[in-house]
């Protein structure tokens, strides 16, 4: 390979790598069943959208703002307040799950549980979840993540 194939080879290597850096990017960010944009950014008061107030009624609201997972639970005891938590487990990473019936946070990878505040109550995680600010607003559940 001569030196200008060689910097033709280069060039164009280094546009497929940025096509396709911003072609995963597209992808982590939609819904595979939906096609929709499942990545929220903040507005102007720093609030966003994350779903609707039915939801909670249903369960959990799990979204993504500008790549933080965010959960939003009704507060089992003051059912008209929300709790809203950053749903990644400080001990690896994973992503935990709302389970309504035992009114606890779940970690799928290695099972530590929080109470619905967001407090740990069993390990092997030693911290609780970020607690975020979250409000409704008609129908529009609300979270504040800065
Ligand atoms: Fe949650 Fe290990 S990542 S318990």
Redesign the pocket.
Known sequence: MNRRSFVQWAGLSWVMSVVLAACRQSASNTDAETGTDTSAAPGASGLVEVGAVSELDQGAIQAEIEGRQVIVIRDPNQPDQLIALDAV?P????AVDWQAESEMFV?P????QFAASGDVTQG??TSGLEPLTAQIEGDAVLVQVS
Request: glycine residues 8%; neutral net charge.
């Open positions: 487990c001990h690896a990473g994973c970690c990878c290695h099972n530590s092997p995680a």
